[in-house]
């Protein structure tokens, strides 16, 4: 009988993860692991630099200092020429998927055009292809009916998950959800969040910054709670919500919650 | 009173004008929205190399006037061997000139773009080059096409100034034909019906695109 090969390295691996604006020193010094098909679920006061936090994994910012590796591969290598360097993070870009408060659809395209969109241009898949797979991906988000509609006439919990679904397209091993859920009306929320249960079910390795404790609670396989660019403290959600060591975690969820 | 009899008379010299006015400024205006394009990409540019000579360009031109811009280049570039036909130094200096404008109008446009729309594009693997062909730049074109279109307007009229370096277009014409009828009332009235027509047809047409490259009303 085969055994299942162990898998040695995490699949996001963050290590010492320095970020500064200026004199600004917004993440100071985050470790971080996160194993195949966990959920984790980052809550923190705002300005405490979980969007940064994010946006360096991929590197919409880039790290002051410190590594990064998605699936063992390293993201802000340094060993590369400036060229090199722009392929290698257009790559790994491809490993992860990244959906926004805001959604930032691309208001000339159509929901379909949104969705294919980079897989035929960057993954050199052929349209026939990508439109197959961006169809089944409207089906799983629910929104089937609207793939011929431009981003304009679709709600924000519609946008939101054409938004997910756009992400989905590429195939990543991993997704990072910036409080996408932040800006849609209360009764359009729930849509999303179950969008991303069923991912998380599938077994999507998933980075959650949220306010939706309930969610949280549900879903996450770990908390991990941060405050001035650090991580505060960090466990399961049944420990972070009911039983917090850390005074501020403490006050944190006593505000929120 | 109008001499009506001259204006029927000499109407096939202005429309005969009419159409080197013409050619003139589509030729002028496709080159200058080369020219405005490539120079709004490289002072966008991060390049220092790529970056000043566009600024530069661009404030030289904009603090210039045209006529003196058409000399240097019809008078003063055969002192170095570069000896263009006056219909081809009248091109070059209009594109030039609409080209720094058009290459301000085309920055804004650019930048107007919100930064989401990049990131978002940027996080899926697209190229900065990519992103810039496939997502910023459609979207920049839809509030780009109007001053743009300005743009063409003004240089239709421009290309007047072109008749000092001995191009028969509209302006050429009536000053020639006001020698020989000596009635400038009827020739630069006839002149100027011939502009009105040529630009406010360029008005239409953009009308048109510009409702085309809308791609939503919401
Ligand atoms: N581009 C930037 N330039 C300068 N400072 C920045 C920049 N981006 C973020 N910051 C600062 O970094 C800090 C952390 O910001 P970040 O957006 O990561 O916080 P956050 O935890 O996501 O907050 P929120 O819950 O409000 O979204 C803040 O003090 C913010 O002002
Ligand atoms: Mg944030």
Known sequence: MKTTE?????????????????????LKGIDLQVAESEVLVLIGPSGSGKSTLLRCLNHLETPTSGEISINGERVNRTDLSARAFQRHLNRVRTHMGMVFQHFNLFPHKTVLENITEAPVQVLRQT????????????????LLDKCDEYPARLSG?????????????????????????SAL????????????????RDGMT???????????????????????????????????????????????????? | MLDWSVIFHYSPFFLKAAVLTLQISVISLIVGLVFGLVAALCVLAKNPLLQWPARFYVWLIRSTPLLVQLFIIYFGFPQFGLDLSPFWSGVLALALNTGAYNAETIRGGIQSVPAGQVEAARSLGMSAALTMRRIVLPQALRLIIPPLGNNFVILIKDTSLVST?????????????????????????MAAFFYALLTTGATLLLKKLESRAAWSHA
């Open chain 1, 206 to 257: 998933m980075i959650v910054v949220t306010h939706e404790m309930g969610f949280a609670q549900r879903v996450a396989d770990r908390v991990v709670f941060m405050a001035d660019g650090d991580i505060c403290e960090q466990g399961t959600p049944e420990r972070i919500f009911n039983d917090p060591q850390q005074e501020r975690t403490q006050k944190f969820l006593g505000d929120v919650l």
């Open chain 1, 157 to 181: 919990g519609q946008k939101q998950r054409v938004a997910i679904a756009r992400a989905l397209a590429m195939q990543p091993s991993v997704m990072l959800f910036d409080e996408v859920t």
């Open chain 1, 185 to 200: 009306d209360p009764e359009l929320v729930g849509d999303v969040l179950r969008v991303m249960e069923d991912l998380a």
């Open chain 1, 127 to 142: 349209r026939e292809d990508a439109r197959r797979t961006a169809l089944e991906l409207l089906e799983r988000v629910g």
């Open chain 2, 165 to 189: 370096i001995t191009l028969v277009e509209l302006t050429l014409t009536a000053q020639r034909l006001i020698g020989s009828t000596y009635k400038p009332f009827e020739m630069y009235l």
């Open chain 1, 6 to 26: 162990e898998k040695t390295h995490p699949m996001i691996d963050i290590r010492g993860l320095r970020k500064c604006f200026g004199a600004l020193e917004v």
